[in-house]
């Protein structure tokens, strides 16, 4: 079992996916290239965003044909302003237009909704009830993550941003609640095992919440499960 993913960003993708994995599949190993996969290896291709990734699509596809060693292509990129389906239609068009058969490739999209930083704000335990700060008070009044889905948060009328950057902005402000700080490029408290874990509570507790994180974990568990029975077997 050898995957192929491919992450929109290059740096919080980059240094949180691995770190999940660990957790998720700890039988999965890391490859530092796409050409050195044996068995249960994945090898981690960062892009530089939309619509880079795209065109990163095309090459990553190119790696999978000259190795002839992997079983999925795995693509996560945000949602943003479009719906989860809409960016999956995107990846479709991508592969009809490029005339790409997967030849039996395995092909899992995992679309973030809105982003990445979107499923972080799914950890109950961070989440500060009585907020000292008047900008995370501002914020829960106008949506309350602990409540509500995350997934679903719009933005106000007069935030001039994108959705996607409301909900960093959503959870810079909960982190410093706790008095934690959040950026792209360091993300360390989200790489903590127990925030993970904190997450993965959430959707239990809340099935019809953060759906598209659970498809991350689902993809997860049944490749775990996959290995586990090859070893068994074995």
């Known amino acids: 079992m050898n995957i192929y993913f491919l992450v929109e960003g290059q740096s919080t993708e980059t240094q949180i996916y691995p770190e ?71 990846i479709f068009s991508v592969l009809k237009d490029n005339k790409i058969i997967l030849n039996g490739l395995n092909l ?12 972080f704000l799914g950890n109950r335990k961070i989440f500060k009830q009585n907020p000292q700060f008047q900008d995370f008070i501002d914020l829960v009044k106008y949506y309350n993550v602990y409540n509500l889905d995350p997934e679903l948060m719009q933005k106000p009328a007069c935030y001039s941003k994108s959705i996607a950057e409301f909900h960093r902005k959503y959870l810079s402000e909960m982190l410093k609640e706790r ?45 775990n499960s996959i290995i586990t029975n090859s070893n068994d077997i074995k």
């Open 179 to 223: 008095k934690l700080y959040y950026s792209k490029s360091n993300p360390k408290i989200i790489k903590e095992k127990y925030y993970l874990k904190e997450l993965n509570k959430r959707v239990k507790i809340c099935p019809s919440h953060l759906q598209s994180f659970q498809s991350f974990i689902n993809f997860c568990n049944k490749i």
């Open 108 to 119: 899992e999209i995992i679309v973030q909704n809105r982003c990445f930083e979107t499923w």
């Open 20 to 90: 999940w994995l660990l957790h998720l599949v700890p039988n999965l190993k890391r490859v530092s290239y796409y050409d050195q996969v044996s068995d249960n290896c994945y090898y981690l291709f960062s892009s530089n965003g939309i619509p880079s990734i795209y065109d990163d699509i095309i090459n990553a596809i190119e790696d999978i044909s000259n190795s002839g060693l992997y079983d999925y292509l795995v693509i996560c990129l945000d949602a943003e302003e479009l719906t989860v389906e809409q960016r999956k239609n995107e």
